[in-house]
């Protein structure tokens, strides 16, 4: 992981969205840089700080790793009472709120940076006035998007096109502009992306963009070699400046670390493994739709069906309590897949499950972070994108990089996704379990994980990505 940076004392201050999604892969980057001497402090509020605080765990780094909190205003703008993450939120019209409610963390981060004076500022692209914010005091601001670089581009690109152009039916689809790949995407599929759509979400990712435009750049947790095309359109075309430090979650080496990277798991790591331990290598279906996605029950119907019809083993990860009915699950469900499948109710070590080599292919929602954990255990994905970039990083996996299957999920369905039958999970799963295609998929995948390891050694080039930034910044500074 390349020795650290002796010469200064950098203080970088690293400031996630309140979701896990965006938390976890910042916890991970503020590992990254405090091995490479720089001093990190995560800002959150103070119902999120004991999760980050055992995520970062006995990380084996030179600086130990400071958490900061601010307060979180949700009674101010109508939120329940200690709803501080967005993988709470369970009625979605309060997700608005949530959003105003972010932008009042504005203040208490302006006294802290005025109080502490970090030479950095990585704050969330949720964020925007995070630029404005450090520019009071002549601090850079860098931006975090916690998606892919082809997603980036395609959301770029999909600014020129005319809303008044003429789509004549929602299912038809797009070509994307200047993207290589001749990447064509279905209207349904773009929801707040749909040009000329005029929503507080449409005016958020505006001011994002106008934000980072002004920003001294880009963090993305990538590694080039997965998306050179794209990570050449964004810098070299689009003009913006980015850094590729990823795959993050490489920074946890051992089990534990691996383990605890999310919430506390719903079943122990090593029951899980044992299972996986007692089946055949490739065999094993991981299903996960990722922390904030709420598959109606009809979905999660289809999707039992399709596994038990497939005939693969699995391990299926759903938000469900105990106490929820079963009514979700077709008659005898578990009784028949007993031996065969695990249901996860809640929180799955997925890292540690998907590096198994029982495990075969991965049911995805296409979330970035679950996307590059899949490349870099080097595991082959059924893709079923929920919503946002979830579409786009369906097409690198699919038409891209060529490792993975699409289940035909085509529409932006809030967060309870398109409607997808059972015997199309069947087909998938069965595709990219059996025949030579499956063969020449996995190979694919299992190259570009060892491409990933590499890009994250010593001298690798997401290694000498961040060595490049943090050098840049401290000639800012010192």
């Not at 502490?116 to 520019?135: G, I, L, Y």
């Not at 946890?252 to 055949?280: F, I, P, Q």
């Not at 001298?459 to 060595?467: A, N, R, V």
Request: contains cysteine; negative net charge; proline residues 4%.
């Amino acid at each position: 992981m390349g020795s650290s940076i002796e010469q200064h004392s950098l203080h970088i201050f690293f400031f996630p969205f309140l979701a896990y999604g965006h938390i976890i892969p910042t916890v991970d980057m503020a590992k990254l840089f405090a091995e490479k001497g720089v001093k990190a402090t995560i800002i959150t509020t103070p119902g999120n700080a004991p999760f980050i605080s055992k995520a970062i765990g006995k990380a084996k780094t030179e600086n130990e790793i400071q958490i900061q909190t601010i307060n979180f205003s949700s009674a101010e703008v109508g939120l329940p009472d200690g709803l501080e993450i967005t993988d709470s939120i369970t009625n979605p019209y309060l997700i608005e709120s949530f959003f105003i409610a972010t932008s009042l963390l504005q203040e208490p981060l302006e006294q802290l940076l005025h109080k502490q004076r970090p030479n950095c500022v990585v704050a969330d692209m949720f964020f925007p006035w995070a630029t404005d914010s450090a520019a009071k005091f002549g601090i850079p601001r860098l931006v975090f998007h916690g998606t892919s670089l082809f997603s980036l581009c395609a959301t770029t690109c999909m600014q020129l096109i005319d809303p008044n152009n003429d789509v004549s039916s929602d299912s038809e689809s797009l070509t994307i502009p200047n993207l290589p790949g001749e990447i064509k995407i279905a209207r349904t599929s773009l929801g707040s992306y749909g040009m000329g759509d005029r929503t507080s979400m449409i005016k958020l990712l505006r001011e994002a963009n106008e934000s980072e435009l002004r920003s001294h750049g880009v963090v993305v947790n990538t590694f080039y070699a997965l998306e050179k095309d794209y990570a050449d359109l964004y810098s070299k075309v689009l003009g913006r400046k980015a850094w590729h430090i990823g795959p993050l979650s490489l920074c946890n080496r051992d089990v534990e670390e691996k383990a605890h990277r999310g919430k506390e798991a719903s079943v122990h790591e090593y029951e899980c493994l044992k299972w996986l331990d007692t089946k055949k290598p490739n065999s094993v279906v991981y299903v996960c739709f990722g922390s904030t996605t709420l598959l109606s029950d009809s979905r999660l119907r289809e999707i039992a069906i399709g596994l038990e019809a497939s005939g693969q083993p699995f391990i299926w990860v759903v938000r469900k309590s105990k106490e929820d009915e079963v009514e979700w699950l077709p008659d005898g469900f578990e009784r028949r897949m007993e031996g065969k499948g695990i249901i996860i109710r809640g929180w799955a070590p997925q890292v540690l499950i998907l590096e198994h080599k029982a495990t075969g292919a991965f049911v995805t929602h296409c979330g970035w972070n679950s996307t590059l954990e899949s490349v870099t255990a080097g595991v082959p994905m059924i893709t079923w994108p929920i919503y946002a970039d979830q579409f786009f990083n369906e097409k690198l996996v699919t038409e891209v990089l060529k490792i993975g299957v699409p289940v035909g999920a085509k529409k932006w369905n809030g967060l309870e996704g398109d409607s997808v039958s059972w015997d199309a999970v069947e087909k998938a799963v069965k595709s990219i379990m059996t025949g030579e295609a499956a063969i020449v998929m996995r190979n694919s995948a299992k190259n570009l994980s060892k491409q990933a390891r590499l890009a994250m050694e010593e001298g690798g080039s997401s290694d000498s990505d961040l060595i490049a930034l943090i050098e840049e910044l401290s000639s800012m500074t010192f």
